[in-house]
């Protein structure tokens, strides 16, 4: 029996391969390496068997050299069960005298869709053409015609001078075209699979894999009036279209016809520069949080790479170490958010798609800034009927990319056996593994392709705890658990290609595995959001129900208490591996409730005159709170500059803001705020460690004082959001062990004129501490950092 580990990535990535099974016990046999038929490096051995053993289910893996060390299991997906430790293939022994090959493909990248194939890595590729549908009575692939770009249900727009290639069913429900010469005359054609489901109907269907879809627009030709142009097509819908993912254009905007190209590897050769290096640290991130779709202002439509290049200079001068992309695989639409997505391993044709992404990430790393993609696996998009919605079958029970419950006969709606799990789609099948390979397989091409530095993963809860099934809200716990599994499969896989990969969840559910190694059970991310963090600081989304609301209740007017001993919890627990922040983009007016962070500084009052100057005052407070906790700190597009416009999922055009030329206006002092708390950030080891200690909280005076400290570094953070100055002083008595006795010199002030404050402050007076004592001077909704002289 021939042995195969095959990558399915083009960088050689692993070195000395053994191959290792149970009909040996478990000793170690050298494996050749290769390179497959999709180009890729790959390990080959042989082993012989008895006769007598045919019908034997052997249990077998692979152990090999990476770039997280020797000896490493080189299977990372997990068995038939949910157990985490059950890391084996299995393969079934033939009859005697016959040879049979066993293969274990760690990514799928290149092992389904349109994709080159190469005869013993040599000579010119080939087209080969692959699609999981286990239902399906016949596959086929057609063509479409180039100047169109759409095939209707009706077999319409087909091009006839292309072949109809026939797929042939294998037994793990992948049916596989024979290789086809000439990759040259596919590339860039427009194809589709067609599809006799198990009902016996044609279906016309969008190959799941595919790197490009056709169109940049919004229309669904079997929805209503098409103008026949391709690049009004909605790319959910349209055909997919044959790329070679080697090649990349060399101009971000081409300027010949047809456009210049340059091999992968010569495109990224001068991706860093002896700049500022890129982080790979979930400590040394500042995060901007980046819709692309929101820029263009004030141009209608689309935000797109283009804009988001435009961008970055400015971003770089701002100081932020990291770009948080919301959503950019293929979505329904050319104006969304993009948490729908429908082909994860295509960028979305309205932003720009993949070269120009290559573009956007490489002058991001150009300039020292990492690229964290946000990413979904807890629902495909709603409108996914020419996608993942009943892909080769009509019956609910067998729609193979979601998760249904017994049989459609069960319940008096058929709908009933669907997962819900608090994201706005069904839940996918989690058990099946081409579904779970999906969304690994699209990941590793992020991080190998596009060479993005993390990647933040949406609502992760819904995928490990809260799938229920529709029709009684009663908790489905084996989806739970294969979720659990899903996600364990894809850090562990992505951890083996990339160590330094930062992995972000979106997760409030407070389950201490979500960052824990998967070699304990653990999901294996870095760092969650921290929600609570967010509602107890600022508090003006409806479900921050009974948090402490700070801003919000400041912003409601009076000079009453607030709750900032409430807060004060949180802000201790940010030293455990979060992500902190004062606005994220569901909370800048999507929530109900809810509003960009300047407007609820204010009661959502119009932002002129004094009440600007309030807003503008106690926005500096909680941008200061964020930045500088021992969190990984976030914040929204635009917060920098002022933002005002209430941002929504159904009024991205109507949000959008001027963020260059704010940037030089009425948001100047409020950027020039932002930069000088994100270099204090990064330049101050004390305020980059994880050490946090609240020494202070008074209610009535509605001030807080924390520590940080990193080694004999350490500085001072008193925050009030008091409406009146502290111009006598304000006492500040600490436990003397907790506050070293010396003298402490302001290093910033938010009160500054600079940032239009009324300077306030300590400014060039040391302040001394003595027995734990000391007393400053304090702006009215201020925030003030002193640090221990040596």
């Given amino acids: 029996m021939d042995f195969r580990y095959l990558t399915g990535i083009r960088r050689p990535v692993f070195r000395n391969a053994r191959l290792t099974g149970d009909w040996n016990g478990w000793t170690e046999i050298p494996m050749a390496e290769v390179v497959a038929d999709d180009g890729c490096p790959g390990f080959s051995a042989t082993a012989e068997f008895d006769d007598a053993e045919a019908g034997r289910t052997i249990r077998w893996g692979v152990r090999l050299d990476g770039p997280t060390g020797a000896n490493v299991w080189g299977v990372p997906t997990e068995g038939a069960g949910t157990d985490p430790d059950e890391r084996l293939c299995a393969v079934h022994l033939p009859e005697a005298g016959r040879q049979l090959e066993a293969r274990y493909h760690l990514t799928w990248g290149r092992r389904l869709g349109a994709q080159k194939v190469v005869h013993d890595g040599a000579g010119d590729p080939g087209a080969r053409f692959a699609v999981w549908a286990p239902n399906a009575r016949t596959v086929d692939v057609v063509f479409g015609r180039r100047d169109r770009g759409y095939i209707g249900d009706d077999g319409s727009g087909t091009d006839p001078a292309m072949p109809t290639l026939p797929l042939s069913a294998g037994p793990d429900g992948v049916w596989q075209s024979a290789p086809q010469p000439g990759f040259g005359r596919f590339s860039g054609a427009p194809y589709m699979f067609r599809i006799e489901n198990a009902e016996g109907q044609v279906r016309y269907r969008t190959d799941i894999y595919s790197r490009w879809q056709a169109g940049r627009g919004a229309t669904d030709p079997a929805g209503g009036a098409w103008d026949g142009d391709p690049r009004t097509l909605d790319g959910t819908v349209s055909c997919s279209v044959v790329i070679d993912p080697d090649l990349v254009r060399e101009e971000f905007e081409p300027t010949t016809a047809p456009p210049l190209l340059l091999a992968d590897d010569d495109f990224w050769r001068d991706e860093f520069t002896p700049g500022p290096p890129v982080p790979t640290r979930i400590e040394d991130l500042v995060i901007y949080e980046l819709h692309v779709g929101a820029l263009g202002y004030p141009r209608r439509g689309p935000g797109t790479l283009a804009d988001a290049m435009r961008l970055l200079d400015q971003l770089a001068e701002l100081g932020v170490t990291a770009v948080e992309v919301m959503p950019l695989a293929e979505f329904s639409g050319d104006l969304a958010w993009g948490y729908g997505a429908t082909h994860h391993f295509a960028i979305e044709s309205s932003s720009g798609g993949r070269d120009k992404y290559k573009h956007f990430v490489r002058e991001c790393h150009r300039r020292g800034v990492a690229v964290i993609q946000d990413v979904v696996y807890n629902h495909f998009d709603q409108t996914a009927g020419r996608a993942e919605w009943q892909y080769d079958s009509s019956a609910p029970e067998d729609n193979i990319y979601y998760w249904y419950e017994g049989r459609s006969t069960d319940y008096p709606d058929p709908r009933g056996g669907y997962l819900e799990n608090g994201s706005s789609g069904d839940a996918p099948r989690y058990w099946a593994e081409p579904v779970r390979r999906l969304f690994i397989s699209s990941a590793v091409q992020l991080v190998e392709e596009f060479h993005v530095d993390g990647l933040r993963v949406d609502l992760t809860q819904a995928i490990h705890q809260d799938n229920a099934r529709r029709a009684d ?46 070699d304990v059970g653990g999901l294996g991310f ?20 009974g948090k402490a609301r700070l801003l919000r209740e400041a912003g409601a007017g009076g000079d009453g208490p607030l709750r900032v001993a409430d807060f004060a919890g949180q802000l201790w627990l940010t030293q455990y591996d979060k992500i902190v922040y004062s606005e994220s983009h569901d909370e800048a007016g999507n929530a109900g ?12 009052a119009p932002l002129w005159g004094a009440t600007r100057d309030y807003a503008e005052a106690r926005c500096r407070v909680v941008a200061g709170l964020s930045l500088l906790s021992a969190g990984t700190p976030m914040f929204f597009m635009g917060e920098e500059v002022v933002a005002q416009r209430s ?15 704010e940037r030089v206006a009425a948001g100047a002092t409020m950027f020039r705020c932002y930069q000088d708390l994100i270099r204090l ?12 200690d609240v020494v202070h909280v008074d209610d009535a005076s509605r001030v807080i004082a924390f520590t940080r400290r990193a080694g004999e570094s350490e500085v001072l953070v008193v925050a009030s959001m008091n409406n009146h100055p502290f111009l006598d002083g ?9 506050l070293p006795a010396g003298m402490w010199q302001e290093i910033f002030n938010s009160d500054s004129h600079l940032y239009g404050g009324n300077d306030v402050g300590n400014f060039s007076t040391a302040v001394p501490v003595t027995a734990g004592r000391l007393r400053l001077r304090l702006p009215a909704n201020g925030l003030l950092v002193l640090q221990r002289r040596p």
Avoid: C
């Fill in 473 to 518: 809200k009663r908790s489905v716990g084996s989806a739970n658990l294969f979720g659990q599994r899903l996600l364990r499969e894809w850090s562990r896989t992505l951890r083996m290609v990339r160590p330094s990969v930062l992995l972000i969840a979106e997760d409030h559910s407070g389950w201490p595995a979500v960052t824990q190694s998967p």
């Fill in 526 to 545: 870095d760092a969650t959001w921290f929600a609570d963090f967010y509602h107890h600081l600022i508090g003006d989304s409806d479900m921050a129900g």
């Fill in 593 to 604: 409730g809810s509003a960009r962070t300047s407007r609820v500084a204010v009661g959502n």
């Fill in 647 to 661: 941002y929504r999922y159904d009024n991205i055009d109507d949000s959008k803001e001027d963020l260059h030329g």
């Fill in 681 to 692: 950030r990064r330049a101050n080891t004390a305020v980059r460690s994880q050490h946090m």
């Fill in 730 to 738: 304000y006492d500040i008595q600490v436990d003397p062990g907790r």
